[in-house]
Nanobody
């Protein structure tokens, strides 16, 4: 049974930082690309950042580029999202997901975590 479990969300002031973690289990973590999506209230779930299986390639939405960094540790079956210079518009539930083919379309992803809430106050 494949599971993805996120942690690290919380309430932070604008300009602050948070680090999200997602631990995978149930299949070979290093065989899959990983991504973080986010969903704000009343909006569609959107791609935020993605990373290749080995971690050598990363991709970011324009809205987070230069502020967020995605990384992974395959020995720990974990993917991270370091979020700096947070803005109120970053407020959302953040989900990690896995895919055999890295893409920005959520339909490409087969497993999802339960999500972790990030709230940025102004």
């Amino acid at each position: 049974q494949v599971q993805l479990v996120e942690s690290g969300g919380g309430l932070v002031q604008a300009g602050g930082s948070l680090r999200l973690s997602c631990v995978g289990s149930g299949r070979a973590f290093s065989n899959y690309a990983m991504a973080w999506f986010r969903q704000a209230p009343g909006k569609e779930r959107e791609f935020a950042a993605g990373i290749s299986r080995t971690g050598t390639s990363t991709y970011y939405a324009d809205s987070v580029k230069g502020r967020f960094t995605i990384s992974r540790d395959n020995a720990k079956n974990t993917v991270y999202l370091q979020m700096n210079s947070l803005k109120p518009e970053d407020t959302a539930v953040y989900y990690c997901s896995s895919t055999s083919r890295l893409a920005i379309s959520k339909s490409t992803y087969d497993y999802w975590g339960q999500g972790t809430q990030v709230t940025v106050s102004s």
